[in-house]
């Protein structure tokens, strides 16, 4: 799924392509993208765009009279900017966009329809949208401590909560967690304050950090090879392959459809981390650390 980067990067090619531009049609292919009636797509044409924004994991598109356009690309949704009034592909074409200069595509790959698109008028009802997680990129340290520390969950589970922090999914909280050398299933509320700052400050540098990547790597272009494995990160998409820091290979712990990426070396003492079911089926055959795994190979 798209998160803070990508979708930033989204934002900023479209607010080049389309701000102060007018819709001139918009096209839904897809009877199980569009997820609003009222106001219908067709209220949306004729409309200027008057800003781009991020909203969590969502980009919208904001127009004159007060209406917006809110797409949520899911796991895997994709935009794509082609020649105006260009035809949507039928197996993966959801909707297209229309403006004088060129076309929003809005794909997904698979059978699975997750995507979504709504027509919202107002910003109180484009609030609605909002899961209520703060801006990892705009809040203080105070402000994150006091989020992440307000329920006793794992350090995975709170920062891919959109209700606590907004944009953050497995693949940015792998490298945020291996930048921070924390463990994915330390316990918030048992963080020292020295962590929750080395917590802090990883966050900031590694979405930072990845949203200028990103950007820089598409120029004037658009983004066409969103994903969430590149051979740049850390850890995440990475198991079995050395630590960047350390050399050792990279260990994951997977539960129901996420899985937590991780160096034992630079984040668990050496301990290796079990998944329920793992620790069921093999139960004392689980090696605990580094060292015993290594003796099983």
Same mark, same amino acid.
Request: proline content about 6%; overall charge positive.
């Given at each position: 799924?798209?998160?803070?980067?990508?979708?930033?990067?989204? $934002?900023?090619?479209?607010?080049?392509?389309?701000?102060?531009? +007018?819709? !001139?049609?918009?096209?839904?292919? #897809?009877?199980?993208?569009?997820?609003?009636?009222?106001?219908?797509?067709?209220?949306?044409?004729? @409309?200027?765009?008057?800003?781009? !924004?991020?909203?969590?994991?969502?980009?919208?598109?904001?127009?004159?009279?007060?209406?917006?356009? $809110?797409?949520?690309?899911?796991?895997?949704?994709?935009?794509?900017? !082609?020649?105006?009034?260009?035809?949507?592909?039928?197996?993966?074409?959801?909707?297209?966009?229309?403006? +004088? @200069?060129?076309?929003?595509?809005?794909?997904?790959?698979?059978?699975?329809?997750?995507?979504?698109?709504?027509?919202?008028?107002?910003?109180?009802?484009?609030?609605?949208?909002?899961?209520?997680?703060?801006?990892?990129?705009?809040?203080?340290?105070?402000?994150? *401590?006091?989020?992440?520390?307000?329920?006793?969950?794992?350090?995975?589970?709170?920062?891919?909560?959109?209700?606590?922090?907004?944009?953050?999914?497995?693949?940015?909280?792998?490298?945020?967690?291996?930048?921070?050398?924390?463990?994915?299933?330390?316990?918030? *509320?048992?963080?020292?304050?020295?962590?929750?700052?080395?917590?802090?400050?990883?966050?900031? *540098?590694?979405?930072?950090?990845?949203?200028?990547?990103?950007?820089?790597?598409?120029?004037?272009?658009?983004?066409?090879?969103?994903?969430?494995?590149?051979?740049?990160?850390?850890?995440?998409?990475?198991? @079995?392959? +050395?630590?960047?820091?350390?050399?050792?290979?990279?260990?994951?712990?997977?539960?129901?459809?996420?899985?937590?990426?991780?160096?034992?070396?630079? *984040?668990?003492?050496?301990?290796?981390?079990?998944?329920?079911?793992?620790?069921?089926?093999?139960?004392?055959?689980? +090696?605990? #650390?580094?060292?015993?795994?290594?003796?099983?190979?």
């Amino acid at each position: 799924m798209p998160e803070l980067p990508d979708v930033e990067t989204y $934002v900023r090619c479209l607010a080049r392509r389309i701000l102060g531009h +007018p819709c !001139r049609a918009i096209r839904i292919a #897809s009877p199980f993208l569009l997820r609003s009636v009222a106001p219908p797509p067709s209220a949306i044409v004729g @409309q200027t765009v008057t800003g781009v !924004r991020r909203l969590g994991k969502r980009i919208v598109v904001g127009l004159t009279d007060d209406l917006f356009v $809110v797409m949520h690309l899911m796991i895997a949704g994709r935009l794509r900017w !082609r020649d105006t009034a260009v035809a949507i592909p039928k197996k993966r074409g959801l909707a297209a966009l229309d403006f +004088p @200069q060129g076309t929003i595509l809005f794909t997904e790959e698979g059978s699975k329809k997750r995507a979504s698109l709504h027509i919202v008028e107002g910003e109180t009802n484009l609030w609605e949208h909002d899961r209520g997680g703060i801006e990892p990129l705009a809040t203080d340290l105070a402000t994150f *401590q006091s989020v992440l520390q307000r329920e006793n969950h794992t350090l995975k589970r709170a920062l891919t909560d959109p209700r606590s922090f907004s944009g953050i999914g497995d693949a940015y909280s792998d490298e945020i967690l291996h930048a921070a050398r924390l463990s994915p299933l330390a316990l918030t *509320q048992r963080l020292s304050d020295a962590a929750v700052r080395e917590l802090y400050d990883a966050t900031v *540098q590694t979405l930072n950090r990845w949203v200028e990547r990103l950007v820089k790597e598409v120029g004037d272009g658009f983004p066409e090879k969103v994903t969430a494995f590149r051979p740049e990160m850390a850890v995440h998409g990475r198991y @079995q392959k +050395p630590c960047p820091i350390c050399g050792s290979p990279v260990q994951r712990i997977v539960y129901a459809s996420n899985e937590a990426n991780y160096c034992a070396t630079c *984040q668990t003492k050496g301990k290796l981390l079990a998944d329920r079911a793992l620790s069921r089926l093999l139960k004392t055959d689980w +090696p605990k #650390s580094l060292d015993a795994l290594g003796e099983t190979t």
